[in-house]
């Protein structure tokens, strides 16, 4: 453990105002849910590329990616490469998206299947969005940790105070709030641990240390990494891109579809950049900081560890303050997407006639609930890496086939996608208990469930379709996009 100076925690407490400050500012812009959910539809390119940005790098990407490339290698840097891919094609989408007036993932569904399959959908969002945020607050634990006594936290202490600070400004300002925290958090992030670390590890014999490592057994190509382990990753990230309900929510509050679709290719190109640099930190980390592990109870902690043992005053707390902004800017897109999809589909759905002032009220409690609840997970769970990994696979498993068949396939049927979602979501959730207790190389849960949901989305479809009854594909052929 490592203490810090009063420059570096001035730092970090400057930045944690300054989110609080951003929420009490954007308050006064919220008129309805449509403004809380969706800024007005008035976002531009700076805004939109920063909160995208943001909502992307989380701390999977980061920290988790680190670790891995300090247990695996620089094979590792591919690991981003499903995510990127589907970034470029819901970029190629989402002005079609856009066009249907469509935000949520359940409001698609119930458009297309009618009610029943937004319940199964409904279901297995909550369980990752609870995931995605508890992840980003163990993130923010690992930070604490690796800073040691200075700031007078510990573990849980500091997940206890991130949380509530994220909840107070995402109930505070919705979207406003969030895409303008994102930016000012992507800006931060970028500089910090995107330039200024890099360049300062990398300077004096940061290069030869990392050209070592890189030829090391440890961080060779390939890295005891198992094929398929990679490829199910790409299939988990592209999938997710595609029904990510953030990426939807931001398709709709952009101020045309040309704004939300170069948009994503820049995060997209972003996104690559970041996975090269946190891969690189990872590999460093290797030779520089070998007990990392025992010292610090977990590989995640690898970056803010290397931040406070080798960066120097002022840079240290600047650095911190983006690696919370990493987490912290996921962490809300997770909070504002779980309150602003019960109000408007399960809430305002069930009782059409609420007023906007209860929609709104409605929101702002399940946000609060899910936060709470996300930190009581963060308490209790560590790997960062995995446990987001599982709960996309789980997230994906329920609602991809079903999502892209509403959208492309005129046969899909409300009991096919029922089926579709309910069995692979079981066999995703059997196999991953399985892997628990028996070490199966080949045994990729993700691989097998879609396969299953893919299959039973075609036959049972072909069972019950019948012309007559038909719903047609949210999207057609043809038509023009704003």
């Keep these: 453990m490592q203490d810090i100076s009063w420059i570096d925690i001035s730092v970090i407490a400057v930045y944690l105002l300054l989110m609080i400050g951003v929420g009490i500012w954007f308050q006064r812009k919220i008129k309805n849910l449509n403004d809380y959910a969706l800024a007005g539809k008035s976002l531009g390119y700076v805004v939109m590329i920063g909160t995208l940005v943001g909502a992307a790098i989380g701390a999977a990407s980061t920290m988790g990616k680190a670790a891995k490339a300090y247990e695996m290698g620089i094979i590792f840097v591919t690991a981003g490469f499903g995510y990127i891919a589907g970034l470029v094609v819901f970029g190629l989408l989402s002005s079609k998206l856009r066009k249907l007036g469509i ?92 330039v200024i670390m890099p360049v300062l590890l990398l300077s004096g014999d940061g290069m030869a240390t990392l050209v070592s490592n890189w030829h090391s057994t440890q961080a060779g190509t390939v890295g005891g990494v198992s094929p398929i382990y990679l490829v199910s990753i790409w299939i988990i990230d592209f999938s997710f891109c595609m029904v990510d309900p953030g990426l939807w929510q931001r398709a709709n509050a952009a101020k045309s579809g040309k704004v939300i679709k170069n948009s994503l290719f820049v995060t ?34 690898v970056i803010p560890a290397m931040i406070v043992k080798f ?48 929609l709104l009220l409605w929101a702002k409690i399940v946000i609060v609930a899910v936060g709470a609840l996300g930190i009581v997970f963060a308490l209790v769970m560590r790997g960062i890496f995995d446990i987001l990994l599982l709960a996309f696979a789980v997230y994906v498993s329920a609602v991809f086939v079903p999502s892209m068949a509403a959208f492309f396939w005129k046969q899909a049927t409300r009991q096919g996608a029922i089926v579709s979602s309910i069995v692979s979501t079981i066999v995703c959730i059997a196999l991953y208990a399985i892997k628990q207790f028996i070490e199966i190389p080949w045994l990729e849960p993700i691989i097998i469930s879609l396969a299953v949901s893919l299959i039973l989305m075609w036959i049972v479809s072909k069972m019950t379709y019948k012309p007559e009854n038909a719903t047609p594909k949210l999207i057609m052929e043809g038509g023009a996009n704003d």
């Design 268 to 301: 997209a190109g972003v996104y690559l950049y970041w996975s090269v640099v946190v891969v690189i930190i990872g590999i460093l980390g290797i030779s520089l900081l070998p007990q990392i592990a025992s010292t610090y109870g977990s590989t995640d902690a």
């Design 311 to 358: 960066l120097p005053p002022g840079i240290v707390g600047l650095c911190l303050a983006g690696l919370m902004a990493v987490m912290m800017s996921t962490a809300s897109v997770a909070l504002l997407i779980s309150g602003t999809t019960i109000a408007n589909d399960v809430i305002k759905a069930a009782r059409p006639q609420t007023s906007e002032k209860k």
């Design 103 to 194: 935000w949520t993932i359940p409001d698609a569904l119930f458009k297309r299947y009618g009610s029943g399959i937004n319940l199964a959908c409904g279901a297995a969002m909550f369980i990752t969005v609870r995931a995605l945020f508890g992840g980003q607050i163990i993130g923010i634990g690992l930070i604490f940790t690796a800073v040691g006594k200075s700031l007078g936290l510990t573990y849980a202490t500091s997940i206890i105070l991130a949380g509530v600070i994220m909840i107070i400004y995402t109930v505070l300002g919705g979207l406003f709030a969030v895409a303008y925290t994102d930016l000012i958090q992507s800006i931060i992030m970028l500089v910090s641990i995107g």
